[in-house]
């Protein structure tokens, strides 16, 4: 069983910056891929960005690329989300998730690949 834990939500201005965290429990956190969604009011989830377990591959939605930064620290069991020139569309509860497939040295895009899912942090962009 893996436990996920985010921090590092809050409220900002458009134009801010956030970093998210994501720690892991468990010992075999280097074998994950791991991801980074997010759920607005009244929206479906959507995927936000990913990782590959040696943090050499990631992928972002297009509508963040180039303003997020998805990053991880093994030796932490630490999955972590740069977020910056946010703007009042990023709103939303993010999410980050857990792969059991990342022992294929992939990344994940789909809800439906991720095990395990932390309680999410809320984003909120004033503008």
């Known amino acids: 069983q893996v436990q996920l834990v985010e921090s590092g939500g809050g409220l900002v201005q458009a134009g801010g910056s956030l970093t998210l965290s994501c720690a892991a429990s468990?010992?075999?956190?280097?074998?994950?891929?791991m991801g980074w969604f997010r759920q607005a009011p009244g929206k479906e989830r959507e995927f936000v960005a990913a990782?590959?377990?040696?943090?050499?591959?990631?992928y972002y939605t297009d509508s963040v690329k180039g303003r997020f930064t998805i990053s991880r620290d093994n030796a932490k069991n630490t999955v972590y989300l740069q977020m910056n020139s946010l703007k009042p569309e990023d709103t939303a509860n993010y999410y980050c998730?857990?792969?059991?497939?990342?022992?294929?040295?992939?990344?994940?895009?789909?809800?439906?690949?991720?095990?395990?899912w932390g309680q999410g942090t809320q984003v909120t962009v004033s503008s």
């Open positions: 990782i590959s377990w040696s943090g050499g591959s990631t």
């Open positions: 998730a857990a792969s059991l497939l990342g022992y294929t040295g992939a990344y994940y895009t789909r809800a439906a690949e991720y095990d395990y």
């Open positions: 468990g010992r075999t956190f280097n074998t994950y891929a």
